[in-house]
């Protein structure tokens, strides 16, 4: 028989586990009468947890989000890939101050079983971390700003440092984050310019300005994001197919490097971008894959020329 306090531990830990639970389930798991669930529930509102009801034979018990954090019951793999998680966010730069994490990582290996501490040890001896350079580090709390303003809808005015250094204020409508795996960008619709999308680590301030707008027809942000990392510091674009399904295409040419378009069930158009001519035939001779240079004619010439260039070095070879 489990005492009133394991008890109330363990009713947390069904209320936090799923969205509801009728009175019923909560004794058959508990192992228990439906009149100790109801006093056991009883006693956790007294404690400050808000536990609410619904009457009737389909109504039970839903744990809202009140003002106090019930305490976690994880598993063995819960408890581990929480604490990887918060070693990357705090030795990753992820959310740009560190603190935070790391003392939330400290106080979690504290009460960490034997087993999961020791895998975690095993973790950290294998990992290598490249150091983070301080180019590209978000400004603590920024990512929290930033997504707040995505989610009320109002406009913010925008202190921006541009990747010429240039400081500019811009009135925006926030959209989205996207993360591309390296970095965070912010979508936004600039008032006085269209769809941009901006480096989350520029961002130097996010202004309330009290105006609510509506985003109507707006692009698919990871698209905006992928277009313009892939395309934007190049002076020459080129389009291609590939004779892939867009799945695989994003593998051979990931979506940080190239804007994939799917073409029917088994293609894939690519916009992609290059110093120059010469620059973009040897990446695509490179990938060793069938394709189609779609335009512009410069770059299918400079293709063509390269792989006659390969195949006569290979016949003298022979």
Same mark, same amino acid.
């Given at each position: 028989?489990?005492? /009133?306090?394991?008890?109330?531990?363990?009713?947390?830990?069904?209320?936090?586990?799923?969205?509801?639970?009728?009175?019923?389930?909560?004794?058959?798991?508990?192992?228990?009468?439906? %009149?100790?669930?109801?006093?056991?529930?009883?006693?956790?509102?007294?404690?400050?947890?808000?536990?609410?009801? +619904?009457?009737?034979?389909? @109504?039970?018990?839903?744990?809202?989000?009140?003002?106090?954090?019930?305490?976690?019951?994880?598993?063995?793999?819960?408890?581990?890939?929480?604490?990887?998680?918060?070693?990357?966010?705090?030795?990753?730069?992820?959310?740009?101050?560190?603190?935070?994490?790391?003392?939330?990582?400290?106080?979690?290996?504290?009460?960490?079983? #034997?087993?999961?501490?020791?895998?975690?040890?095993?973790?950290?001896? #294998?990992?290598?971390?490249?150091?983070?350079?301080?180019?590209?580090?978000?400004?603590?709390?920024?990512?929290?700003?930033?997504?707040?303003?995505?989610?009320?809808?109002?406009?913010?005015?925008?202190?921006?440092?541009?990747?010429?250094?240039?400081?500019?204020?811009?009135?925006?409508?926030?959209?989205?984050?996207?993360?591309?795996?390296?970095?965070?960008?912010?979508?936004?619709?600039?008032? #006085?310019?269209?769809?941009?999308?901006?480096?989350?680590?520029?961002?130097?301030?996010?202004?309330?300005?009290?105006?609510?707008?509506?985003?109507?027809?707006?692009?698919?942000?990871?698209?905006?994001?992928?277009?313009?990392?892939?395309?934007?510091?190049?002076?020459?674009?080129?389009?291609?197919?590939?004779?892939?399904?867009?799945?695989?295409?994003?593998?051979?040419?990931?979506?940080?490097? @190239?804007?994939?378009?799917?073409? @029917?069930? +088994? /293609?894939?158009?690519?916009?992609?971008? @290059?110093?120059?001519?010469?620059?973009?035939?040897?990446?695509?001779?490179?990938?060793?894959?069938?394709?189609?240079?779609?335009?512009?004619?410069?770059? %299918?010439?400079?293709?063509?020329?390269?792989?006659? +260039?390969?195949?006569?070095?290979?016949?003298?070879?022979?």
């Amino acid at each position: 028989m489990l005492s /009133a306090s394991a008890r109330l531990l363990r009713l947390l830990s069904l209320l936090a586990a799923r969205p509801s639970w009728t009175c019923g389930e909560l004794a058959e798991r508990m192992g228990v009468t439906d %009149r100790t669930v109801r006093r056991d529930v009883a006693k956790l509102r007294e404690l400050g947890y808000s536990v609410d009801s +619904e009457a009737g034979p389909w @109504g039970g018990y839903r744990l809202r989000a009140g003002s106090r954090v019930p305490p976690l019951i994880l598993d063995d793999e819960e408890a581990l890939a929480v604490a990887v998680g918060l070693r990357e966010v705090a030795f990753g730069g992820i959310l740009g101050g560190d603190q935070a994490a790391l003392s939330a990582l400290l106080k979690l290996r504290q009460v960490l079983p #034997a087993g999961v501490a020791g895998r975690l040890g095993e973790w950290d001896e #294998a990992l290598v971390r490249l150091p983070w350079p301080e180019e590209g580090r978000l400004r603590p709390g920024m990512l929290l700003e930033l997504a707040a303003a995505c989610r009320r809808g109002e406009r913010v005015r925008l202190s921006y440092c541009d990747g010429k250094g240039r400081n500019t204020v811009r009135d925006v409508d926030p959209y989205r984050l996207v993360h591309t795996g390296r970095r965070w960008y912010f979508v936004a619709r600039d008032v #006085a310019r269209g769809w941009r999308t901006f480096r989350a680590d520029r961002v130097e301030h996010v202004n309330p300005t009290g105006q609510q707008v509506e985003i109507t027809d707006p692009p698919d942000a990871a698209q905006l994001v992928s277009h313009n990392t892939a395309n934007g510091p190049y002076p020459l674009s080129a389009r291609i197919r590939l004779p892939l399904p867009l799945r695989e295409a994003q593998r051979l040419i990931p979506p940080t490097i @190239g804007t994939h378009y799917p073409d @029917g069930p +088994e /293609a894939t158009v690519v916009d992609i971008g @290059g110093p120059d001519p010469d620059g973009l035939a040897r990446y695509l001779l490179g990938l060793a894959t069938p394709l189609q240079v779609l335009s512009p004619d410069s770059v %299918r010439e400079a293709l063509i020329h390269r792989t006659r +260039e390969l195949l006569s070095s290979v016949d003298r070879s022979a």
